[in-house]
């Protein structure tokens, strides 16, 4: 962490250039013999800029490509074309050993929590740690000291099946931040979760902001979660980014359809009128 | 009535499980090395299905395509067809083509194909995103399949072994005709040849209970583990 802290905020922290990616269609398949195979354009000439120590929200409604955009910041998802520079790796054309090892600089974090139902807490936490070939001793030491950030001490030995949603999100946030990563990235991850339990979650990931410095991706389609804890935001729609900027300006003279449906409905949401409004 | 009684008292009598305990025994061997032969190749070739699928660790096209047309070909076989296609196979592996070392082979080889697609369809169980976030933290190949694949699907795993032994020793039956002996072996010659109706009955007795044994072992291990897990 400390290195990473005294980088010159010359330019950006993660780069995101001209990025582009398409899927073959999952039409066609088992249909009629001339369906041919369609390819879908998911995200399209991608440019995004994130500071360090950033909580940068990308928004967007179902579909748009939010979950696809993150996955190409760790090449979960190959993209077809463009750059992403994160640090001063150019995570695009890392070979396949170098992009194991900086995956572990990356944490993830998911809506569906993914922890594995086999370990105990402390043991999903370690398995992080031993991807990392950490000695036993350093491992005890840390899995102690996160689960302590998390808030969860006393549940160590608990397998998952026992654990709340909130009490589960907060293991993948332990086992993501196991190895000491320069970023967050997170999927959809308080979007499961009851409000008070998601408000929690959210407190934790400010916390860690500042605590540490951590620069936090966080993908959503509540703008809720935006407006909560994030302070720049892109707006995606059809796999475009359609709107970028601070999250005050965004939300207060928004320009894109999408940003522009978001707030009407979240204003008419919250407006004290009851029921006058004519819906969406 | 005296029938009956005669029957009960052959089915009882020394003479009777002097032929029966051995064939127990034999059974009993065959079975358990021929499972352990099963299900070291069941999950290596299993692991190779899942590895080489379409969206796999390691995708390879054609050459799943082709492994595993040849792992259902060979799974469409009447198992008695595999136990004579087999046994050269034991000659050239033991040096026999007959008695129970090379009908042990011919039965794993037998049961194999089919274990392998279990194998393949309990890792398939496991949840994409368990993978993923696997991959995330920067997992190797060999660890997501050591450490997350293979014990997230252990009950099922389990389940699928219990079914597979059990279709194992059913195929013992015919080690018989191979000079692999068991109570298959003694059902047919007894009981089917010579109309001896006890040592039938006494040989299939035998059977079904290990066959149980099996059933209730494996199903309360999977129990066991869901349980522990709080699944
Ligand atoms: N593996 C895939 N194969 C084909 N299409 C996909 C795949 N993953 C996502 N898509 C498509 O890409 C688009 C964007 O998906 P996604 O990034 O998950 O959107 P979001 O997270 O914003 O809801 C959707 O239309 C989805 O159906
Ligand atoms: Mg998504």
Known sequence: MTEALTDTKAQPFIQIRNLNKTFAGRSGRGVAANATPQTVEVLKDINLDINQGDIFGIVGF????????????????????????????????????????????????????????????????????SVARKSKAARAARVTEILDLVGLSDRRDFYPGQLSGGQKQRVGIARALANEPIVLLSDEATSALDPQIALSVLDLLIDINAKLGLTIILVTHQLEVIKYACRHVAVLENGRIVEKGTTQDVLTNPQSDTMKVFVKVNNSMTSDTWREGEGI | MSGFEDFLSDLFSLKTWDVIWPAILDTLVMTSVSTILMAIFGLALGTVLLVTRPGGLRPLRVFNVIFGGIIDALRSLPSMVIIILTLPLAKIIIGRSWGPGAVMIALALTCTPMFARMVESSFLEVARGKIEAAKSIGARNWEILLKVILPESLPGLIRAFTIAIIALISVTAIAGWFGGGGLGDVAVRYGYTRFLTHMLVAAVAVLIIIVEFVQVGGEAWAKHIVRKRHL
């Open chain 1, 62 to 129: 179902s579909g748009a490509g939010k979950s696809t955009l993150l996955r190409c910041l760790n090449r979960l998802e190959e993209p077809d074309s463009g750059e992403i520079r994160i640090g001063d790796s150019v995570i695009t054309s890392l070979s396949h050993n170098e992009l194991l090892a900086f995956r572990r600089k990356l944490g993830m974090i998911f809506q569906q929590f993914n922890l594995l139902d086999s370990r105990t807490v402390a043991r999903n936490v370690d398995f992080s740690l």
